[in-house]
């Protein structure tokens, strides 16, 4: 800040050279002098989180902060966040209460498990499970499974955190029921299932279903904690999830622990759910590591929220991604209309795929329609520098404007963006010095 004022003091001394120019009195002099050091102190600081309109048409854009809240959810929240809650306090009886008891029940009731506990992410949420059960003792996992999913989460990593000890099973491409009877001893804790969620083998592969390590696990008392992964919490029949096992169906087959991220599939704040026997739960909420990974209110609130219009069946911005052509048609002509209007830019309706993103079903796209118009790198970088920013893509020499990830009610900004990226020197001209 020192830094910034002498250096705006000096400027100013220089540019004024002699003398103060006519109309300046003190109270002026002051102001330039208050925005010289302002514009310093952000040039040195840097801008901060910006809004982006994320028109990629990939949902859990991990750096675009994974996904996005439901605009009514957010309006919820401001009273909840701007002053007190009852986090912990059972207002009937005034006496303490359990932390966010509301969200263990929508997601009790949502994925018909007896019990549920929520940490800061699924890292978290592994971790936390691995630690209360098989600290010290021995995990059984496929080789198939033992991934790296982006940001440095490695499966055998997080078992070393946690302090259990991995035992490998099978090969890359196959791994049999009979591999996993085999290594089941003494002193096995848990078998683990991990959703290879990024990561695809093909051709010649083998993996044992649910059920089976469910069945095994019985048949020798340990139980099965399965990494789901992408927070899917209720069987669905979009193509590209029919085959991905949800926390329901996989609590139904007899999983004992079943964990997943907040802020993917299930559309809401960054968050790790952890649902199973209620036993297996208690023991990880007195677990000293609970106290550690425990979310804040910000979490509890935004994640009640998204769990309600779960149970009610409230549309969620993920559902934007199969809405119907004739509608994907409408939204794009109307953007083109406005592009025509705004900046004399010509835009075409084309083909593209949009994407679950975030690792869940990387392989399969989601065919629809977006918004081409011939453009470059310079172009896409503007539009990305903007305000608000937009990200979208360049497929042969055209930037793509997918709307199927912007809500309806960012049409507007977003086609202000794109004339402004497309005609830098307009808006510079009018911006103020
Ligand atoms: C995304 C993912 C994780 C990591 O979840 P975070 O919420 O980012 O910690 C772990 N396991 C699987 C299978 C995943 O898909």
Request: aromatic fraction near 4%; charge should be neutral; charged fraction near 25%.
């Amino acid at each position: 800040m020192r830094v910034q004022a002498r250096r705006a003091v000096e400027e100013l001394r220089r540019e004024l050279g002699g003398g103060r120019a006519g109309g300046d009195d003190d109270e002026a002099l002051m102001a330039r002098l208050c925005r010289r050091i302002a514009r310093g102190l952000e040039a040195r600081l840097g801008s901060g989180l910006r809004r982006v309109i994320n028109a990629t048409g990939i949902f859990v854009h991990t750096n675009l902060g994974r996904a996005p809240l439901p605009r009514p959810v957010v309006a919820e929240l401001v009273p909840l966040l701007d002053g007190y809650c009852d986090l912990e306090m059972d207002l009937d009886s005034g006496r303490r209460g359990g932390r966010g008891r509301g969200v263990d029940n929508l997601l009790t009731a949502l994925t018909g498990a007896e019990a549920a506990v929520v940490v800061n992410n699924n890292a978290a949420a592994l971790v936390l499970a691995l630690a209360a059960h098989a600290s010290g003792r021995q995990v059984v996992v496929s080789r198939g499974e033992l991934v790296e999913i982006g940001g440095s989460f490695r499966i055998p990593e997080i078992l070393e955190t946690a302090g259990a000890r991995l035992v490998e099973v099978g090969t890359t491409n196959r791994t049999r029921l009979d591999d996993y009877a085999r290594a089941i001893g003494e002193d096995t804790a848990l078998l683990l299932k991990v959703h290879p969620s990024n990561y695809r083998i093909t051709g010649f592969t083998e993996a044992v279903d649910g059920r089976d390590l469910v069945a095994l696990g019985c048949e020798h008392g340990v139980p099965v904690l399965v990494d789901e992964g992408s927070g899917l919490l209720t069987p669905s029949d979009r193509p590209q999830l029919r085959d991905h096992p949800s926390h329901r169906e996989l609590i139904a087959a007899g999983c004992d622990l079943v964990c997943g991220s907040g802020d993917k599939l299930l559309g809401g704040p960054q968050a790790g759910i952890l649902v199973g026997r209620r036993e297996l739960i208690l023991r990880c909420r007195k677990h000293p590591l609970y106290r550690v990974l425990r979310p804040n209110r910000f979490t509890f609130a935004a994640l009640e929220g998204v769990l309600r219009r779960h149970l009610t069946g409230d549309e969620l911005p993920l559902a934007r991604l199969w809405a119907d052509p004739a509608q994907q048609r409408r939204r794009l002509e109307r953007l083109a209309e406005r592009l025509a209007a705004g900046c004399g830019r010509g835009a075409e309706v084309v083909e593209a795929n949009a994407y679950l993103g975030g690792g869940s079903a990387p392989e399969a796209p989601i065919p629809g329609l977006a918004l081409a118009l011939p453009a470059d790198d310079a172009v896409l970088r503007r539009l990305r520098t903007g305000t608000p920013a937009v990200v979208g893509y360049l497929r042969e020499g055209r930037l793509i404007l997918d709307l199927r990830t912007v809500d309806p009610a960012d049409e507007e900004a977003l086609s202000a963006a794109v004339c402004a990226a497309f005609e830098p020197a307009a808006t510079a001209a009018g911006s103020t010095p």
